[in-house]
T-cell receptor, first 111, second 112 residues
Framework: KAGVTQTPRYLIKTRGQQVTLSCSPI?????VSWYQQTPGQGLQFLFE???????NKGNFPGRFSGRQFSNSRSEMNVSTLELGDSALYLC??????????FGPGTRLTVL | GIQVEQSPPDLILQEGANSTLRCNFS?????LQWFHQNPWGQLINLFY???GTKQNGRLSATTVATERYSLLYISSSQTTDSGVYFC??????????????FGKGTLLTVNP
């Protein structure tokens, strides 16, 4: 089975722009979760989608949003980028298994 | 929210040595996973272990749910074991089982 894939792997944006990241879960998995990793805050939960519905949300501003499609692929969007949004963004897929499997991540740099 | 503390924060070993990494958590959990983050940033799943003991080659893990801690054992360490090890949990709340809270990790360096 193919693993979780994320595109793009690297991204450079400037402040004020917006960005869309994509995640394709393991075939058959229906839950996709997103996490942000920064040196200062560590790994933090952003949100989780299941069957095209957001089921959980972390403590992030409304500039961070996401969606899930009927094939379980998910996208997350960050609008009005700030320098502090520079991070590694990881997505994970799961269900029906409880184990979460992570993708390789998208490294976003905001200049 | 639930607190996850990992120790030690840093660990330096010689190749061939054994090590034990610890994860303490402040509440009952539905889900506990150990991950190894490789140099490129990907989180590699090591164990799903909300309770009990599991082994996979040179790695094993034990979670004592009633005492709220988990241990990851690495035997005969190799340089390729270097990296950051994370423990992550989902509190027992009756809600979604997929909102992981991570510890700050243990940075393991294995020298040849």
């Amino acid at each position: 089975k193919a693993g979780v894939t994320q595109t793009p792997r690297y991204l450079i944006k400037t402040r004020g722009q917006q960005v869309t990241l994509s995640c394709s879960p393991i075939s058959g998995h229906r839950s996709v979760s997103w996490y942000q990793q920064t040196p200062g805050q560590g790994l933090q939960f952003l949100f989780e989608y299941f069957s095209e519905t957001q089921r959980n949300k972390g403590n992030f501003p409304g500039r961070f949003s996401g969606r899930q499609f009927s094939n379980s692929r998910s996208e997350m969007n960050v609008s009005t980028l700030e320098l502090g949004d520079s991070a590694l963004y990881l997505c994970a897929s799961s269900y029906p298994t409880d184990t979460q499997y992570f993708g390789p991540g998208t490294r976003l740099t905001v200049l | 929210g639930i607190q996850v503390e990992q120790s030690p924060p840093d660990l330096i070993l010689q190749e061939g040595a054994n090590s034990t990494l610890r994860c303490n958590f402040s509440d009952s959990v539905n889900n506990l996973q150990w991950f190894h983050q490789n140099p490129w940033g990907q989180l590699i799943n090591l164990f799903y272990i909300p309770s009990g003991t599991k082994q996979n080659g040179r790695l094993s893990a034990t979670t004592v749910a009633t005492e709220r801690y988990s241990l990851l054992y690495i035997s005969s360490s190799q340089t390729t074991d270097s990296g950051v090890y994370f423990c992550a949990v989902v509190p027992y709340s009756g809600g979604s089982n997929y909102k992981l809270t991570f510890g700050k990790g243990t940075l393991l360096t294995v020298n040849p």
